[in-house]
């Protein structure tokens, strides 16, 4: 049974940083995309981050260019988000999704991954 884990949300003022972690475990992704997406409350989950199986190819959300970091190690079949220079519309639940493009260009829409994470809540204070 795959399992994605995500940890590392919780409560930062405006401007802080946090660190997003997901651990998988019942399936190697070493050869898939993975990626990151949230929701905020009354709104889809959008698309926020994601990184191919060699880390050659990421793609973020326009909101977050230049202020997330996504990266993965795929010996301990993990992925990771830091978020510096956080803000209160970054407020929002996080999932981490696994099970994308096989060797190829990861994807930046929901129907493009497979698995999913049960969420982390990230909250920024102004």
């Known amino acids: 049974q795959v399992q994605l884990v995500e940890s590392g949300g919780g409560l930062v003022q405006a401007g802080g940083s946090l660190r997003l972690s997901c651990a998988a475990s019942?399936?190697?992704?070493?050869?898939?995309?993975m990626g990151w997406f949230r929701q905020a409350p009354g709104k889809d989950r959008e698309f926020v981050a994601a990184i191919s199986w060699s880390r050659a190819i990421i793609h973020y959300a326009d909101s977050v260019k230049g202020r997330f970091t996504i990266s993965r190690d795929n010996a301990k079949n993990t992925v990771n988000l830091q978020m510096n220079s956080l803000k209160p519309e970054d407020t929002a639940v996080y999932y981490c999704?696994?099970?994308?493009?096989?060797?190829?260009?990861?994807?930046?829409?929901?129907?493009?991954?497979?698995?999913w994470g049960q969420g982390t809540q990230v909250t920024v204070s102004s």
């Open positions: 019942g399936h190697t992704f070493s050869n898939n995309a």
């Open positions: 999704a696994a099970g994308g493009a096989y060797f190829g260009t990861p994807g930046t829409s929901n129907r493009d991954y497979h698995y």
